[in-house]
């Protein structure tokens, strides 16, 4: 098999086991079943799983059982779902589409999709916090408080308020940053560390070149989003082609161009694989990670 049959196999093993995790999770009985159904709709239907795997890959590398990553990696995509959910209502982007299918609201209904992601945030705290006989008490508290902190007022939720603000607007090149860093990147950062947390043995400085890792890959997945938006096709992305002009929302080839995107890019690329280069394992699955990040198609 080439590199890019066993990333993709890693990848594909990976998301199984996180889909088949999730599901059992979701399947206990619940007093509301509507609700329930919904939640399944918006956590398990499709998508990349760009931050379990990251979170499973990185435990990986450190030595952490899988079943330990489990949760972890659960509680992540939890959060991502929700702020997919919230993120393509009426009242924000009012998006009808996906993952290539109707977007949580159109498929239930607005109220339901409202309650759907306050209880998939609410899930992703539940499942972060059941105890674990392989990792301490502070290490769980270390990876809630990771998680809380990357989803709210100095993570994604703040960078969506920021892209709210920013919409229809010229804002520069830092601001612009800022807000995918905080909107986007706190959660992808969130999943390397939540997968170096769950390690018993990691020391402070490999602790921070995954975070200039993921910080890298977290601004990098953004850029290749928005450029995505420009050259991609409804079809090839699973929600609608060009929903960010549209919207006149800020992004990368609005205010650097496509050639200017790239180049970013690929300097984002550089400094991500930097930072590998000085980590003291075997790194070569979030390398060739990085490299599907920024060359993929949708």
């Known amino acids: 098999m080439s590199a890019e049959d066993l990333l ?9 086991r996180h889909v088949s995790y999730l599901e059992q999770k979701l399947q206990q009985h619940a ?8 939640m399944a709709y918006a956590v398990l239907l499709g998508g990349k799983r760009v931050r379990p795997f990251l979170v499973y890959a990185t435990g990986e590398m450190l030595g952490v059982e899988e079943a330990v990553l489990d949760a972890p990696a659960a509680a992540i995509e939890c959060i991502h779902a929700y702020s997919l959910v919230h993120d ?8 009808t589409l996906r993952r290539g299918k109707n977007t949580c609201h159109i498929e239930f209904d607005e109220a339901t999709a409202i309650l759907a992601g306050d209880a998939l945030q609410s899930l992703a705290f539940e499942l972060l916090a059941a105890p674990q006989q392989t990792i301490s008490a502070n290490q769980q508290v270390a990876m809630l408080s990771t998680l809380a902190k990357a989803s709210g007022l100095h993570g994604m939720c703040g960078g969506q308020a920021l892209d709210i603000s920013a919409t229809g607007k010229t804002i520069t090149t830092t601001e612009l940053e800022q807000i995918h860093q905080l909107k986007t990147g706190t959660l992808l950062r969130a999943a390397v560390q939540l997968g170096a947390l769950s390690s018993n043995q990691v020391d402070n400085r490999t602790l921070t070149l995954l975070d200039q890792f993921a910080e890298a890959i977290g601004l990098a997945f953004q850029v290749k989003d928005d450029i995505l938006d420009v050259t991609g096709t409804t079809k090839t992305l699973g929600k609608t082609q060009g929903a960010d002009a549209a919207l006149e929302k800020a992004t990368y080839p609005a205010l650097l161009g496509l050639a200017g995107s790239n180049d970013l890019l ?3 690329q550089e400094k991500a694989l930097h930072a590998l280069s000085l980590i003291p394992y075997n790194t070569s699955l979030l390398e060739q990670f990085t490299e ?7």
């Open 266 to 268: 690929q300097r984002l």
């Open 292 to 298: 599907y990040l920024v060359t993929r198609d949708r």
């Open 31 to 38: 007093p509301a079943e509507r609700l329930r159904a919904a």
């Open 8 to 16: 993709f196999a890693r990848i594909d093993y990976y998301r199984q």
């Open 88 to 95: 393509d209502l009426p009242a924000m982007d009012n998006d």
